[in-house]
């Protein structure tokens, strides 16, 4: 605890004990005042200044009350007042105590345990996004390969003692094909995970669920599941932002392959849309 909060601690256990006992004096009730001090003290200051409290209403009731109220003849009663009074302050300090303890520790339990549900997201996630990198990867591979042999297709017939104009142009078109859709596929993923102001717009539902269909198809073979879809032909274009569409898509659908990876016997995905 810092200086200053330790002296506006020890400031609130004096300024308590001052007010309790220029409330006791005219109506005589020193004890529910100055226990009433002592709590405050003890719930707002802890331990040391309730102590401080504790004294400074003991030195109180014996001087202004004890005083008052004694006869030539001494009463042991009103010692006895005294001193339960002061086994209850001692008492009402430590249970504050305890009680602030308690709080402190049930704080830090919360925010470790936080903590840890944090970082167990964030490895889960880099888990996930890792095999989902793996699967677009190989997503993005079969077009690069089947253009890569298109290519040498379209050579072969080039360089034939009598070029086949015709087979060569239809092996450069498939090749041209390829390369688009691999192109597609990482302009999909670029959208997908990057990070920018919301674009509201009318987006086809249908044509999202499409796309998310492709990029986690080889996700979804490697563990065997296979993918439906039933999508609704009349359905409206929605507004909203087509990325973030696309992000809650894709992690219901990942969601729901690992759900299914320790599945014994047929393994389906079924997307649907339709009208509400």
């Known amino acids: 605890m810092k200086p200053f909060s330790k002296l506006r601690c020890y400031g609130l256990a004096t300024i308590s004990c001052g007010v309790a006992l220029a409330a006791a004096w005219p109506i005589d009730a020193p004890v529910s005042c100055f226990l009433l001090a002592v709590m405050v003290s003890s719930l707002f200051g802890g331990l040391r200044p309730g102590l401080l409290s504790v ?6 009731f014996n001087y ?9 003849a001494v009463e042991p009663a009103i010692y006895l007042r005294f001193a339960v009074f002061l086994g209850a302050a001692l008492l009402v300090t ?13 704080n830090r339990a919360e925010v470790a345990l936080r903590q840890a549900q944090t970082n167990l997201a964030r490895v889960s996630q880099a888990t996930t996004m890792g095999e989902f990198t793996a699967s677009l ?8 390969a089947a253009a890569v042999t298109d290519a040498n297709t379209c050579l072969r017939w080039l360089r034939r003692d009598h070029p086949d104009l015709e087979e060569a142009c239809g092996a450069a078109s498939r090749v041209v094909k390829d390369a688009t ?6 302009s999909r993923i670029h959208l997908l995970f990057k990070k ?22 080889s996700e979804a073979t490697r563990y065997s599941i296979s993918m439906r879809s039933k999508l609704a032909g009349d359905l409206p274009e929605v507004m909203g932002d087509r990325v973030q569409l696309q992000q809650v898509l894709m992690n219901l659908m990942i969601n729901g392959i ?10 389906e995905l079924m997307i649907t849309s339709q009208r509400a």
């Open 137 to 144: 990867a190989h997503e993005v591979n079969q077009p690069i």
């Open 64 to 72: 202004f009350f004890l005083r008052r109220t004694l006869p030539p």
């Open 181 to 186: 859709r691999a192109a597609e596929i990482i």
């Open 94 to 106: 430590g249970l504050m105590e305890i009680k602030r303890r308690v709080e402190e520790s049930r």
């Open 258 to 267: 690992d759900a299914m990876t320790e599945v014994k016997g047929t393994r």
């Open 196 to 217: 920018g102001t919301p674009q509201q717009e009318w987006v086809d539902l249908n044509e999202v669920i499409r796309e998310m269909l492709v990029l986690l198809r």
């Open 55 to 60: 004294g400074l209403t003991a030195l109180s």
